[in-house]
């Protein structure tokens, strides 16, 4: 699964990368679909993940003022001090286990499995959202092909 969590950082930091070409005004564009624009979806991406893995570390969430992040250099560096909270209890045994896991923010319980497999998914899907968008600017997305990564 860790492999899976690999893969969608790659293709972040490449789409943070993309970014980089296009002006602000562009990023914050509102477009229909997604979390309303570029670099906000980019931003959503990375509070789910970082929400739902403090919520099975049973920490405290920390909502994102998605108003301080209006350059894409604030959101990967965002993302990378995650990252790097995330990566010590994703390569621990904690994180297999199939304990229960609630979350303020939602109703109910889920596995630590459920959980896991949620935030890859969530994050490919909106990977898709944000090929869309690049292909309605005539640009070229970042390829969300697994093969040829080194990940395997």
């Not at 690999?6 to 970014?19: A, I």
């Not at 959503?44 to 970082?50: C, G, L, M, Q, T």
């Amino acid at each position: 699964m860790y492999t899976f969590f690999q893969y969608n950082w790659q293709v972040r930091d490449e789409w943070f990368t993309w970014c980089e070409q296009l002006a602000k005004e562009e990023l914050l564009k509102e477009r229909i679909g997604g979390h309303h624009n570029i670099l906000h979806t980019l931003l959503h991406i990375i509070d789910v993940e970082y929400s739902w893995v403090r919520a099975m570390q049973q920490k405290e969430d920390i909502p994102l003022d998605f108003s301080s992040y209006g350059e894409v250099h604030q959101v990967r560096e965002l993302s990378h001090q995650c990252r790097d909270e995330i990566k010590g209890f994703l390569q621990s045994n904690e994180a297999i286990s199939n304990e229960r896991v609630t979350a303020p923010w939602m109703e109910g319980s889920f596995t630590r499995h459920e959980i896991l497999h949620h935030i890859i998914a969530h994050e490919i899907h909106h990977i898709g959202q944000l090929s869309i968008w690049a292909r309605e600017l005539n640009l070229k997305p970042v390829s969300a092909n697994v093969i040829f990564r080194g990940l395997f």
